[in-house]
Structure formats: structure tokens, C-alpha cells
């Protein structure tokens, strides 16, 4: 298998304990626009934080993933199938998914390979569904401001370049389907904080902070963090707003 750009599965763990699920709202959503669901495949899945949202909804689930190490993370389903593969390699066959879901994962793939993969792939009456999320806010504007400091000017320069698309929402990358309007929908989370650390250590930019610099990111911001939190057991709401772009093959 050739080389792709591996960011996570050394944070694969990590990913699993404190990545946040999307809301089952989305997936009820989502649901609404193929004509059949008989097999959805979540690619670029991960540790599996939107496949099981699907399992609900469709017979079967293919979760496919580059990274082994993220799918040995995932839940188990009898409903899911996990395949280890590329993007570009790793569909199901020809006219049988009648949703794909890429899930934070769009920015990594080869799309020019990829595309025509999705095309193949899609049932008669098939969707394609893409998402992604940037930058969290916390309730309590001095916190935010002390979090998105850390998100953009300290570990901000060790962000992989193609975070520049997360941080358009996907729309400065190319889709080249029928594209339909999507709701708005907000990802959300009751987090202590050591829970809220413990996502920040799953982020790329803070993993390769602490390995050009040899020090540990998420302590300093631990120290400022924990002044106004007001306890480690102090639970606050988190919020994420989605990017959805969702589209269908106008040739089929």
C-alpha cells in the first residue's frame, strides 16, 4: 500500500477516548435523502465516531480507514464491516452504496482518485455527505479566548497545511456533484477538564508542537485553563459547528 499522510494512528487511543460524536440528529437527516439503505460506507472512518451514528439507519455499514491502528479502536457491530484501505481503494462494489460519508477525513484523501471511486460506488438515488469541524468554543468567553490562543498561535504553526480546508468548511476544496442544502447542525459535548485536555492531545499540530520543541503544549495551557475552570469536576459545554456538504451524481 503506498504512503499516505499518517497524523493519527500514533494518536489512535487517544482518538477513541476523547474524540466527540456527531449528533444523532445528523445521522436521522442523512437518512432522509437516499432512495434505498441497504449499505452506507463511512470513509476515512477512524476510531468510528460517525460510523456507528449510521449503523441505525442502514442494513449494512463498510467503515474503511488507512490507518489500522484507528480502526482497531473502532466499536464493534455485527453491522459493520472494517477494511483496512485507502480512500481511493477500499469501496464497495460497483452501484450498491446508497450513502458515503467522509466525516473529517476530506482533507487527507486524494480527491482526483477519489471522486470517480464515489461515482462507482453509488446506488441509483445515492448520496454523497462530507463534513467537517474547526475550532471549538467553550462557554465562557475568557476560556475561548485562551483556547483559541493555543489553537492558532501555539501550536498554530505545526498545523498540517491541508488544515487550511477544515478552516473553509471543506469549500475551498472541489466537489464536483449536484450539491444539496443542508441544514445547520452543531456537534456538542459536556466536558470536565481534563476531558477537554485530553481532546486537545488528539490534535495533529499539538503532537508534532511536542515533538519539534520537546516540550509538552498542553501543560502551559493546563496551568491557564485550570485558573478559571473552577475545578477538574466543573463541567462545561463544548460546541463544534458542522460544515456539511452534501451532494448526489447528477449523471445517475
Do not use: N
Not at 473502532?74 to 458515503?100: F, M, N
Not at 483559541?148 to 478552516?167: A, C, D, L, S, T
Amino acid at each position: 500500500m503506498p504512503s499516505f499522510p499518517d497524523h493519527f494512528s500514533r494518536l489512535a487511543s487517544g482518538y477513541a477516548s476523547y474524540r466527540p460524536l456527531y449528533p444523532d440528529a445528523l445521522f436521522a437527516w442523512l437518512a432522509t435523502l437516499p432512495a434505498r439503505h441497504l449499505l452506507a460506507w463511512d470513509c476515512g472512518a477512524g476510531s468510528g465516531q460517525a460510523t456507528l451514528g449510521l449503523v441505525p439507519y442502514f442494513d449494512r455499514v463498510l467503515a474503511t480507514d488507512a490507518s489500522a491502528a484507528q480502526l482497531a479502536e473502532a466499536p464493534a457491530d455485527s453491522r459493520i464491516e472494517y477494511r483496512v484501505a485507502r480512500a481511493e481503494d477500499g469501496g464497495p462494489a460497483a452501484g450498491t452504496a446508497d450513502l458515503v460519508t467522509v466525516a473529517q477525513a476530506l482533507h487527507w484523501i486524494d480527491l482526483g482518485a477519489f471522486y470517480p471511486v464515489v461515482r462507482d460506488a453509488l446506488a441509483p438515488g445515492g448520496v454523497l455527505a462530507v463534513w467537517t469541524y474547526g475550532v471549538i468554543t467553550l462557554d465562557d468567553p475568557a476560556l475561548d479566548r485562551l483556547l483559541r490562543h493555543f489553537y492558532r498561535e501555539v501550536v498554530g504553526p505545526y498545523w498540517p497545511p491541508e488544515r487550511k480546508h477544515v478552516e473553509s468548511g471543506y469549500r475551498s476544496l472541489p466537489f464536483p456533484f449536484e450539491e444539496l442544502p443542508a441544514p445547520a447542525f452543531d456537534m456538542t459535548a459536556a466536558w470536565t477538564l481534563p476531558e477537554l485536555l485530553g481532546y486537545v492531545r488528539t490534535w495533529s499540530a499539538t503532537a508534532r508542537c511536542r515533538d519539534a520543541t520537546g516540550h509538552d503544549p498542553v501543560l502551559d495551557l493546563t496551568s491557564e485553563l485550570s485558573k478559571g475552570w473552577g475545578g477538574d469536576e466543573r463541567i462545561r459545554e463544548i460546541r463544534w459547528p458542522l460544515s456539511l456538504r452534501i451532494g448526489k451524481d447528477s449523471a445517475g
